[in-house]
């Protein structure tokens, strides 16, 4: 039995025809001219882009609103910033405090420090006495608060005196030297000069009528 291909082949070119007309027939099986579909018009590309651009802005906004940077959280509050590394000057010694602890703080511009105490035994344990002009003992305390928290501290206590003469904010900081320290931050609220034995600070009195506050820090003992 013969078997016969069933693949189409090109009709020949008719003595009779023209190459015109061979041509039309023939051009079904050519490949100069497959099918290309409809043409996408280049307005509807631009449109495509905007949206992509706008979806990704309003995406990177959200994002940044959600996780201001610090000098954007500061900024609403009536007290700017400074970072901490030329207030604790007279209280740094080698390593200690810990460079990342340092870098984690912030005072307000308007402090001056204008004393320090050592109270270290075994474990560092010192403090600087401070004053903040054109400021009140809520402002200050909102600053640290917010403060601590962008610094990455746990803030374990926000109290006052049972005379109400100081407002006494404690945080913990794990710090990358392994160890956990601390921070006692005092504010004086009258102008009674009290002691406090729960930290043995003694806020004095502050120069020119400022509010006066202690910052103690200190390296907590190793639990083991």
């Known amino acids: ?48 882009v905007v949206a992509l651009i706008t979806t990704a802005g309003l995406v990177a906004t959200a994002l940044a609103d959600s996780n201001p940077p610090p000098t954007q959280v500061y900024a609403k509050l009536p007290l700017k910033a400074t970072p901490a ?23 307000p511009s308007n402090t001056k420090v204008y004393g320090s105490t050592n109270y270290s035994i075994d474990n560092y344990d010192r403090a600087i006495q401070c004053s903040a002009s054109n400021s009140t003992p809520d402002q200050l305390a909102s600053f640290f608060l917010l403060d601590l928290k962008v610094g990455g501290w746990q803030v374990t206590s926000n109290t006052t005196t049972d005379r109400n ?5 404690l945080a913990k900081f794990a710090s990358n030297d392994g160890y956990y320290w ?43």
């Open 85 to 107: 590394q030329q207030f604790l000057k007279a209280i740094s010694s080698s390593s200690n405090p810990p460079q990342d602890l340092v870098l984690s703080l912030e005072f």
């Open 165 to 169: 003469t100081e407002r006494q904010l």
């Open 1 to 48: 039995m013969e078997f016969r291909s069933r693949a189409r082949t090109l009709r020949p070119l008719a003595k009779h025809m023209t190459i015109e007309e061979s041509t039309k027939i023939n051009e079904g099986f050519s490949n100069e001219n497959p099918y290309r579909g409809p043409a996408v018009k280049p307005a509807l590309i631009f449109l495509i």
């Open 182 to 224: 601390q921070i006692g931050i005092t504010i004086r609220i009258s102008s009674v000069i009290t002691f406090n034995p729960a930290t043995t600070d003694q806020v004095p009195s502050p120069p020119n009528g400022a509010i006066g506050y202690t910052v103690r820090l200190y390296e907590l003992p190793d639990p083991d």
